[in-house]
């Protein structure tokens, strides 16, 4: 192993110096982007933490989600959410709180120098704004701002002051709804904008009340992408999401079911290749998620990666990942930008994760498959004025990092006892290969269990990228649902079906239905496609009554940690609150019993093995990072959860 690492790191070096300025993690000690770069790799090549020392970690320092001068005048709610990542540039950090409003601190002892002001027309005296993920930096010259997304409106500020620079957009503010046409009821958006040469990118998650998972009719707005200039914030392009008539794509929405479809949004992240001039938009299905009788066809660029000029919202390539979603297998995070190296052929590749386990993988130029992709035939759908895809594309390589399917071979095997329970509980439903699409609920059928479901697979965690060992490192659950749908009522929808109660399922005793491990990190090897290894993260249920005298090794527990690469090591947390604040809606209670616990790990990145882990108040909702202060190497994670006020926490070496 540690002869392939060196191999790896040598290459690395070589096309280093081909590529010139290509993704290679946050540099210089700082960390001046949430995903580290603009290609989204989530690494940083510091080593005063190393295997050897990382069991000597301590906490340096922690400050709340918000900071105590606002604090009084918030709502009880916005203490226990906190998603962001900062970001560390000039030897300040930058994140918003728990409202949304950015605050910045000492990278050192975490004491707050400055805390936006909302804008006096806000509602609730602007405290009760959306959780947002983090913030875009951007500098030219001595011209420097701060750009962050809050309720409907994308933001510039100073990031000497906090205050906002009156000279960009209406006195500091670009409305993002007002762009997206009539249809567009609201904006909300809980990413991070993506900044390339003098452009804001932003995406949007919802353009109704409803949200886009839950609509109560066909016609929707569609969540068309935007960018704005970043001085002045004047719009400059969007991107149609959904093609009209002489556009690419249009033919693939048949009887003009173009003209009113919407969503297809852009609700994660966006990945940029600066010197190039590309950016990368990650899109979602679209209206309704799991029925799409009323707009039969392949519906471009519905869960599709497509690759944008930065400067005028031009396509230049697009691979749709999945043909005519019915199963909410929209790209859930960002594409990562990697340097590879193929059969001895250098690329400029970009990777795309998916909530079905893939991993694509694209020349980032051409939009050319790095490997072959295949159409593989898929079950058909046997909903009426339905018509499935006949085929889905999956890669023949990397192989699948999550397990797949609802198939009996899949179901837990504990013991003969519990296999029979899960044999005679799935009579009630659907089962099938991955891609088996949904189904009506009846009496005798609850609908079909999807494995991955709709959180993954991947999922807005991503993935980390080292760009010496050329190893990518993804997080991933294994978490079935139930896609059930039902007859629309006329007096409510136009939809002939709706999303039904698509419930968590649980197993035998309250275990899991399917075998672990439930929490997975995969270590693949980018330049050969093959999986490295693969551990489980976090104990999982391997004491609950009916298992703990097996004395199980960690079985997982699941979650959407987001992980943070070093020279040698991988941070990756767990007690992520599953879906948004500890337990999905409808899942019940004990499913998650004995799944996530507030730990925080360091792995071995060459072997998987834990060679450090911390128990935490609550647990890691916020992607960690990492950078160098007054010579010191400090580890940033966000925690919160329903019982404990969200915060940030701070090791470093003593």
Not at 22 to 41: I, K, Y
Not at 521 to 536: D, F, K, L, R, S
Request: aromatic letters at 10%; charged letters at 20%.
């Amino acid at each position: 192993m540690r002869m392939r690492t060196h191999v790896c790191v040598v290459v690395g070096i070589i096309l280093m110096s081909a590529f010139g300025a290509a993704q290679q993690g946050a540099r210089g000690g700082s960390w001046p982007r949430v995903g580290a770069d603009q290609g989204m790799t989530r690494y940083a090549p510091l080593e005063q933490i190393t295997r050897n020392n990382v069991a000597q970690l301590r906490i340096a320092w922690r400050r709340p989600t918000v900071d105590v001068s606002i604090a009084s005048k918030l709502p009880s709610a916005a203490f226990g959410s906190l998603r962001a990542s900062p970001v560390m540039v000039d030897g300040v950090l930058y994140s918003p709180n728990g409202v949304g409003l950015v605050e910045a601190s000492h990278p050192g002892t975490g004491k707050t120098l400055w805390v936006q002001q909302p804008f006096a027309d806000e509602p609730n005296q602007g405290l009760s704004g959306g959780v947002s993920r983090g913030v875009a930096f951007w500098r030219q010259g001595d011209e420097k701002r701060i750009l962050v997304v809050r309720g409907e409106y994308l933001i510039a500020l100073d990031p000497k002051t906090g205050e906002t620079i009156s000279t960009f957009g209406d006195k500091g503010r670009v409305n993002l709804r007002a762009g997206l046409g009539p249809l567009a009821t609201r904006y909300s958006w809980a990413g991070v904008p993506q900044v390339c040469r003098d452009l804001v990118i932003v995406g949007v998650s919802s353009t109704t009340p409803e949200g886009a998972d839950s609509p109560t009719r066909r016609e929707a707005a569609p969540g068309n992408v935007q960018a704005f200039d970043v001085r002045t914030g004047k719009p400059r392009w969007q991107f149609r999401v959904i093609p009209r008539p002489g556009e690419v794509g249009n033919e693939t929405w048949e009887n003009d079911s173009w003209a009113y479809t919407g969503d297809a949004n852009l609700w994660s992240m966006i990945g940029v290749d600066e010197d190039q001039g590309f950016a990368y938009l990650p899109l979602t299905s679209p209206t309704n998620d799991m029925y799409g009788g009323h707009r039969l066809g392949d519906n471009l660029f519905s869960s599709t990666l497509v690759c944008v000029r930065c400067l005028t919202g031009q396509r230049v390539w697009h691979y749709q990942i999945t043909h005519h979603d019915l199963f909410d297998y929209d790209l859930p995070t960002a594409p990562i930008l990697a340097d590879l190296s193929v059969d001895g052929k250098a690329i400029k590749a970009v990777i795309q994760l998916t909530k079905q386990a893939f991993a694509f993988v694209f020349d980032r130029t051409t939009g050319t498959p790095v490997w072959p992709i295949e159409e593989r035939p898929v079950p058909p759908s046997d909903v009426p004025g339905e018509r499935a895809s006949k085929t889905q594309p999956v890669p023949t390589k990397p192989p699948a990092f999550d397990r797949q399917g609802s198939t009996v071979d899949n179901l837990i095997d504990f013991t003969p006892e519990l296999r029979a329970e899960a044999l005679e509980l799935i009579k009630r439903y659907k089962t099938g290969p991955v891609f088996t699409p949904p189904s009506i609920r009846t009496e005798t059928n609850r609908g079909t269990i999807q494995l991955p479901g709709s959180q993954g697979g991947a999922d807005f965690q991503g993935a980390a990228f080292d760009p010496e060992m050329h190893y990518l490192f993804v997080p991933s659950v294994t978490a079935p649902f139930v896609a059930d749908i039902q007859a629309g009522d006329p007096a409510k929808t136009n939809l002939s079906f709706m999303k039904g109660t698509r419930a968590w399922i649980g197993g035998p005793q309250g275990l899991p239905l399917f075998k672990p491990p439930y929490g997975r990190i995969t270590a693949i090897n980018m330049n050969t496609g093959e999986i490295v290894w693969q551990v489980p993260n976090g104990v999982g249920p391997r004491d609950h009554p009916a298992i703990r005298h097996l004395k199980l090794g960690r079985l997982g527990s699941p979650g959407r940690p987001s992980p943070l690469a070093t020279r040698s090591l991988l941070f990756v947390g767990e007690g992520s609150d599953f879906v948004g604040g500890g337990r999905s809606e409808g899942m019940p209670a004990e499913i998650t019993t004995n799944y996530g616990a507030p730990w925080f790990r360091a792995y071995d990145k060459a072997t998987g093995e834990v060679v450090w882990e911390v128990e935490l108040p609550a647990g890691v909702t916020g992607a960690p990072i990492t950078y160098m202060f007054e010579g010191k190497q400090y580890i940033v994670v966000a925690i919160s959860g329903r019982k404990h006020p969200g915060e940030f926490v701070a090791f470093s070496l003593p």
